[in-house]
């Protein structure tokens, strides 16, 4: 690639202010000289010009107050999520520590056996199985009756 | 030394309104909005080429803002910031609905005369700016979105490469030739359609 070609590419980006200034200098040094580099770097920095003079879309009237009001109702409901996590953590965390304590007493009253069908229910093993199925149960029952109030306040 | 007195002081504003976001308080996006939304609102309506869906972007923008408040790195620059947000958001709304690669081209249309700002030596030089805007948003809405984005980062915000290169997520070297090839092809278009803006 010559020189006049070479500078002939730089000609868009020296319109575009993107040119460093030795880059810069090289292209106005070929232009003095150069008519067609000349006039295409005249044509180029209309265009920059006519970009920089775009008509305008304006932000539409209340656009500021309706961003305003989402990100509050987003924030309302991003807390509410937060605090429900908390509270099924702690229902959770509560659940396990009952659980315990009330096997801790369970074996203190059975002396540690208490057998119904061949399985000694107080059994660590036993107890803590019981205590996921029971567990399991009754949140399944809870979220569905937590659903049907839901759709209910919804139809009302 | 105003200048510098005046940035420091609008560095200021922008770190307090940060600090009072990070503490979760959704009154301090009321001035970033404010400051913030012509630009931004500009940008989206450059990027999607439809108002409504450019404010719902320009809603999502700031929720992401928002959420994402906890992790902004105080040394970046705030602005490339949040129009990388937006930019990101523009972009996989045009990948989710319109299905096209983002090297493809969109529906063209035309600027609205209603949008014409007010302004202009004379009138005469007002119809001529005028003319040659509506010729060249014309081209622009017909180009790709990545050379959209550069044309409207740089002649618009007046972004310098560093921070298109922040905004686009790509090497400088990314943005020049991205700049280089949206200007061949928006005066290639122009000079197709048998007009000129000289």
Not at chain 1, 60 to 71: F, K, N, S, V
Request: proline share 3%; glycine share 8%.
């Amino acid at each position: 690639m010559n020189e006049h070609e070479s500078v002939r590419a730089m000609l868009p980006l020296a319109a575009a202010g993107l040119l460093g200034p030795g880059e810069l200098r090289r292209v106005e040094e070929h232009a003095r000289m150069c008519e067609l580099c000349r006039t295409d770097l005249e044509t180029w920095s209309a265009y920059a010009q006519g970009l920089r003079k775009l008509p305008q879309p304006s932000a539409p009237a209340g656009l500021m107050e309706r961003t305003r009001a989402r990100i509050i109702q987003q924030h309302a409901v991003a807390a509410g999520r937060r605090r429900q996590s908390w509270l099924l953590g702690a229902l959770v965390a509560f659940g396990w520590m009952s659980s315990l304590a009330f096997w801790g007493v369970a074996r203190a009253l059975t002396g540690g056996v208490f057998t119904v069908m061949g399985v000694n229910w107080v059994n660590g093993v036993a107890w803590s199985l019981g205590s996921t199925v029971l567990a399991w149960t009754t949140a399944a029952a809870a979220a569905i009756m937590l659903g049907r109030s839901r759709e209910m306040r919804r139809f009302l | 030394m105003i200048l510098a007195a005046a940035m420091s002081l609008e560095g200021f504003t922008g770190d307090r309104e940060i600090a009072r976001l990070r503490k979760g308080d959704p009154d301090a996006i009321t001035d970033l909005v404010g400051r913030y939304q012509h630009r931004l609102y500009r940008f989206l309506v450059r990027m999607v080429g439809d108002p409504a869906t450019a404010e719902d972007l320009f809603q999502q923008t700031w929720i992401r803002l928002m959420e994402k408040i906890g992790s902004y790195d105080a040394r970046r620059n705030f602005e490339a910031w949040l129009f990388a947000i937006a930019r990101n958001l523009a972009i996989d709304h045009l990948r989710r609905c319109r299905g096209i690669s983002l090297d493809e081209l969109d529906d063209s249309g035309q600027a609205p005369v209603e949008r014409l700002v007010a302004g202009g030596p004379d009138v005469l030089s007002q119809l001529l700016d005028f003319e040659r805007g509506a010729l060249l948003a014309a081209a622009i809405e017909e180009l790709p979105a990545i050379h959209r984005e550069v044309l409207t980062l740089r002649f618009e915000e007046d972004m310098k490469l560093e921070q298109i290169a922040e905004v686009a997520g790509v090497p400088l070297s990314t943005v020049k030739s991205r700049l280089h090839r949206a200007l061949e092809s928006l005066r290639t278009r122009i000079e197709a359609s048998g007009k000129g803006i000289l």
